[in-house]
């Protein structure tokens, strides 16, 4: 929505680790944006990430799906990582 502020504060999740206080931005930021950089850390995010990366497109359903582009950098520990298959 075009008058939807462009960033949001997000209280920690008590659900999901780490704890930590999160940001949002409205999806047309990252248009503007050089680089794109997502954290997913944890184990919590193992199904996420995996659904997000490899699942069918769907950003209504997984907005992170939307920094999934040429350029994009994502960060994932081992933990959030699981999910993906790997190769040798």
Known sequence: HPDAPLVLPIPAPE???PHI????LRASVLDDAGTVIVMLPGSGKAAIVRDVLTGDRDPARWPAQLAARDGAVWLLDEESAAGLATTS
Do not use: F
Request: proline residues 0%; glycine residues 0%; charged residues 15%.
């Open 15 to 17: 659900h999901v680790s």
């Open 21 to 24: 206080a999160r940001v949002t």
